[in-house]
C-alpha cells in the first residue's frame, strides 16, 4: 500500500499542496482513556508498563490523564507493548480531511483511515510538521462494485499509463540496491537498506480483520520518508513486505500518486514491486549457484531454500519453479508434499552433508549450516548476525547494539518489537469466510 504527497509541476515549479493537521485538545482526553483501556485489557498496571519502558509509571498515568503531545515516543512504545494500531488509539485526533467519498464502513475506507493516523503520527513523533498532501488515487469496492477514489484525472492517467517493467530491468534495479548498500551476504538485509536511506520502519498492529488486505504501506515527502509493515504477518512475509514497499519508494514515486490495496494486486506497479522484491531477496546469481551442478539439485528443498534466503515457501516455491527446478508451483505447497519436503530439509540439516554445507553454508542465515561456530546471535530475536557491517537485524528490525528489550524499544522505537517476533497463527480461509457470515 504506497502513499505519497502530491506535486505538480508548472513551468518547472513545484506546488505542494498540503492539509494542515488541527489537534483538537479536547481529544487529548479522549486518546488517553482509549490507552487506558488499552492497558487494562491486557491486565498491566502502570508501574509495570512504565517498568518496561524504563519511565517512571507516574508518567503513564499523565499519559493517560491527556498528557499526549509530550510523550509521543512514550506512547509509540506504549502501543508496542500493547499490540495496538495507531489508529485505534488516534482516531479523529489528528482531524485529517475524509479520505473518502462515502461515509460507508467499507474496506478501502479502513484502510486508508488506519494509514493515515500511522502516517500523522510518525510524522510528528520525528519531529515533522503532519501536514498530508491531497488524498492519492485508490480503488476499492462498495457493495461489491469497483470504486475510485480521486478527482484528479490525470493522476488517473499516469498510474493507468505504467507498463510492467521488463524481467531484466527489475534484475538490474535489484543488483543495484545490493551493490550500493553492500549487502553480499544471506539473508539479504532488507532493514539495512532501510537504514541507510534514512527512511523510518514502523512495524503496525492492525486488527485480525484486515489480516491479508494490508501488508505494508510507504510514504514519502521532501523531508520525511516511512515504510509500514503489518506486523500480524510471520516474519518471511514482513521481510518480503519491505523489499516490496523499497521499489515504490525508489522507482514509482515520480510517476504517479496511488494507495494499492488487494483489488489491485494486478497493476503494473504492484505486480514491478512483487518481482523486484524477488529479485532482491533471492538475488539470480546466488540462485544458479545453487543449481551450478546437477548434484546440486538433490540437496534442495524448498523449505531449505526459503531458510537460505529467509523468505516464504510459497516464494521460495515460486523462484523455484521460475528456473525449472520444480515442475509446478501449486503441485508443492499442496500439504502432503510441504511435509514431505519438510522431513527432507530437517534430515539434511541435521545429518549436515559435507556437500550440503559447501553449497549453502557459505553465505547463508542457517545457524546449522555455517561453516563454523564463531556467528554471533542477536540477543533479542535469536537471528545470527553474519555481517558484522550491519547496524540493523536482518530478522526483526531491531538495532543489533541494543542488549536488552527495554533499551531497544526506546532507544529506535520504529522498528519491531521483539515482544511480538512470533505472533499466533492467521485464522484459515474457512474460519475467515465463517466470520464474515455471521
Known sequence: MTFKEISRH????????AVKTRHNPLLSKQVGLRLQEARESKGLKPESVGSLLRISGTIITQIEEGEIE?????????????????HQIFEGYFNAENPTNTSEKTDINDCICYVLDSINFHKILMGRASALSILPFA???????????SKDREEIKKKKSLKKAIPSILESRSKEVIEQHKLHKLPINVYQIAANLGVSVSFESLPSEMYMKIKGFCYKDEEFSLIGVNKSHPISLQRFTMAHEL????????AARFLCGPDNADEAFEWNAEHFAAELLMPRNLMLRLVSNPLNINYLTVNLVAKHFGVSYEAAAIRLNKFGLIQSYLEVCKKDYREKDKKKTDYLIQNK?????????????????????????????????????????????????GKNLDDSCLKNPYRQNP?????????SFEIRQKRKRK
Open 10 to 17: 508548472k513551468k518547472d515549479r513545484v506546488i505542494m499542496v
Open 70 to 86: 509530550k510523550y509521543l515516543k512514550e506512547i509509540y512504545g506504549m502501543l508496542c507493548i500493547y499490540t495496538t494500531p495507531v
Open 139 to 149: 480503488s476499492g469496492k462498495i457493495n461489491g462494485k469497483p470504486t475510485i477514489f
Open 247 to 254: 521499489h515504490h519508494l525508489l522507482y514509482d514515486f515520480n
Open 353 to 401: 552433508c559435507t556437500y550440503l554445507t559447501a553449497v549453502f553454508g557459505l553465505e547463508t542465515g542457517i545457524p546449522d549450516l555455517q561453516l563454523n561456530d564463531k556467528f554471533t546471535i542477536h540477543e533479542l530475536c535469536g537471528a545470527p548476525i553474519t555481517d558484522p557491517s550491519h547496524t540493523i537485524c536482518w530478522h526483526c528490525g531491531l538495532e543489533l547494539q
Open 419 to 427: 515482544s511480538n517476533l512470533f505472533p499466533t497463527k492467521a485464522p
